[in-house]
């Protein structure tokens, strides 16, 4: 079963930025998404890659402020977060699934290979 681990969450103030990483022995034949979840709330899904980085999609609420990207020689997909928002305060979690190399979508059910998250807080 694939590892996840992701790293690079924290406190930061609103309008600050974070970039999250997303690292694996093995990555490049997966598409990989990022999903959170906050307190109280369902898991919601905020961006997705697809294997060959050609194709990436984004949740309506993080579009033009959120950007995903990998490095498949490093194995490791970040998600870079700007002009940060107290709303997207919760636990980030990526996860990695086998779609074809053009095709991702912000979908948990088609992702089988979860991290543990890494928790983001967005307060002044």
């Known amino acids: 079963q694939l590892q996840l681990v992701e790293s690079g969450g924290g406190l930061v103030q609103p309008g600050g930025s974070l970039r999250l990483s997303c690292a694996s022995s093995?990555?490049?034949?997966?598409?990989i998404g990022w999903f959170r979840q906050a307190p109280g709330k369902e898991r919601e899904g905020v961006s997705c890659?697809?294997?060959?980085?050609?194709?990436?999609n984004y949740a309506d609420s993080v579009k033009g402020r959120f950007t995903i990207s990998r490095d498949n020689a490093k194995n490791t997909v970040y998600l870079q977060m700007n002009s940060l928002k107290p709303e997207d305060t919760g636990v980030y979690y990526c996860?990695?699934?086998?779609?074809?190399?053009?095709?991702?979508?912000?979908?948990?059910?088609?992702?089988?290979?979860w991290g543990q998250g890494t928790q983001v807080t967005v307060s002044s």
């Open positions: 890659i697809s294997s060959s980085g050609l194709s990436t």
């Open positions: 093995r990555l490049d034949f997966y598409a």
């Open positions: 996860a990695a699934g086998t779609t074809s190399p053009r095709f991702c979508a912000v979908l948990a059910g088609l992702y089988d290979n």
